[in-house]
T-cell receptor
Framework: DAKTTQPPSMDCAEGRAANLPCNHSTISGNEYVYWYRQIHSQGPQYIIH???NNETNEMASLIITEDRKSSTLILPHATLRDTAVYYCIAAFGGATNKLIFGTGTLLAVQP | GAVVSQHPSWVICKSGTSVKIECRSL??????MFWYRQFPKQSLMLMAT?????????EQGVEKDKFLINHASLTLSTLTVTSAHPEDSSFYIC??????????????FGPGTRLTVL
């Protein structure tokens, strides 16, 4: 699985958009980009995933660059409850879909 | 949808005893489940892949005789920590892989089980 690189921490003002970057320069053509978040002492929560195209759901938007070497998770209107560690993971789909967690980005939403 | 539960949510046991943790997919069937361990201020570490009806696949460095995994049905996997010692104290988290629909191949995580070995 391709390694991903994320900034260790970020701050965001409540109500503003939070843009979390992720580099995955060695991603292979059939690896997806998954985003999860973990609020303290809880299991990770699935946010969104994509292969090539940009994706949007009720939680967030995922923007993947055309060369697929990086992506950005966008939380459109951050709230205090969005404070968490966000993990960007490159992984294959199918039965071999192992998720290898890195250190993630601690997003602190400030009031 | 896509809810995964774990039981118990926390457990305290004496050194040398065995502890069983259950992981259930509540609203979908999961042929594959995963077990992770997380130490304080660290990221999740994959321990093993649990396949329904077959033996689990363990990651390098994880003792299969210490961490027994059983996946007897499409909605239940269990992790038994045998002869637990204080160094096994950790946060154990399972995930289940959705196999159908738009979210096929997405893993959904349980809330975790906090194990403390005295």
């Amino acid at each position: 699985d391709a390694k991903t690189t994320q900034p260790p921490s970020m701050d965001c003002a409540e109500g503003r958009a939070a843009n979390l970057p992720c580099n995955h320069s060695t991603i292979s053509g059939n690896e997806y980009v998954y985003w999860y978040r973990q609020i303290h002492s809880q299991g990770p929560q699935y946010i969104i995933h994509g292969l090539k195209n940009n994706e949007t759901n009720e939680m967030a938007s995922l923007i993947i660059t055309e060369d697929r070497k990086s992506s950005t998770l966008i939380l459109p209107h951050a709230t205090l409850r969005d404070t968490a560690v966000y993990y960007c993971i490159a992984a294959f789909g199918g039965a071999t879909n192992k998720l290898i967690f890195g250190t993630g980005t601690l997003l602190a939403v400030q009031p | 949808g896509a809810v995964v539960s774990q039981h118990p949510s926390w457990v305290i046991c004496k050194s040398g005893t065995s502890v069983k943790i259950e992981c259930r997919s509540l609203d979908f069937q999961a042929t594959t489940m995963f077990w992770y361990r997380q130490f304080p201020k660290q990221s999740l570490m994959l321990m093993a892949t649990s396949n329904e009806g077959s033996k689990a696949t363990y990651e390098q460095g994880v003792e299969k005789d210490k961490f027994l995994i059983n996946h007897a049905s499409l909605t239940l996997s269990t992790l038994t920590v045998t002869s637990a010692h204080p160094e096994d104290s950790s946060f154990y988290i399972c995930s289940a892989r959705e196999t159908s629909g738009r979210q096929a191949d997405t893993q959904y995580f349980g809330p975790g089980t906090r194990l403390t070995v005295l």
